[in-house]
T-cell receptor
């Protein structure tokens, strides 16, 4: 089944404790993105990747890192999480620039 | 500011009625996409309409695009309780880089049984 998976689905952590949210897609898509969703703000793009070893900042990259060592995986790293990073995070992938995106199920992160 | 803005922010209708949601945007687009999100879940793609198209249908969904007014509408006919969800429009700008799929803040649709 074609899908985007994220882990963990729920995470509660404390300020400053490094964490990684994994994202994997099995559709051989070139493009992958991370979004965060906050009430009243819709989805805002954090980082995106156009292919292996090619990543770039989205609209809200501060406090986040990503890597794309393999085509299927695109982990989101929070080196020192802060409470303002409490949010619902979505990974997405697509094949072509103008194609539709496939979203993962989301990761709800709470930073205390 | 956001590229796409949905209107209304919330809509409540009775089962069987039609639901219309609107999306306005600011700059030239390559395509416009509508997504649905059930509470706390991932977004599911509904329909994509390209800038040279004016109307598309998919089952009970009808999407229109007016590039002169920079607006789109999503019509759900004969709504069902299961249509209750948030609906987002997303625009892909004409000058393309992968980052430029921009989402609005969504319309929360409630269909009452």
């Amino acid at each position: 089944e074609a899908q985007v998976t994220q882990n963990p689905r729920y995470l509660i952590t404390v300020t400053g404790k490094k964490l990684t949210v994994t994202c994997s897609q099995n559709m051989n898509h070139e493009y992958m993105s991370w979004y965060r969703q906050d009430p009243g703000l819709g989805l805002r793009q954090i980082y995106y990747s156009m292919n292996v070893e090619v990543t770039d900042k989205g609209d809200v990259p501060e406090g986040y890192k990503v890597s794309r060592k393999e085509k299927r995986n695109f982990p989101l790293i929070l080196e020192s999480p802060s409470p303002n990073q409490t949010s619902l995070y979505f990974c997405a992938s697509k094949q072509g620039l103008t194609d539709t995106q496939y979203f993962g199920p989301g990761t709800r992160l709470t930073v205390l | 500011s956001q590229q796409g803005e949905e209107d209304p922010q919330a809509l409540s209708i009775q089962e069987g009625e039609n639901a219309t949601m609107n999306c306005s945007y600011k700059t030239s687009i390559n395509n416009l996409q509508w997504y649905r999100q059930n509470s706390g879940r991932g977004l599911v793609h509904l329909i994509l309409i390209r800038s040279n198209e004016r109307e598309k249908h998919s089952g009970r969904l009808r999407v229109t695009l007016d590039t002169s007014k920079k607006s789109s509408s999503l019509l759900i006919t004969a709504s069902r309780a299961a249509d209750t969800a948030s609906y987002f429009c997303a625009t892909l700008l004409s000058s393309g880089s992968a980052r430029q799929l921009t989402f609005g803040s969504g319309t929360q649709l409630t269909v009452l049984p």
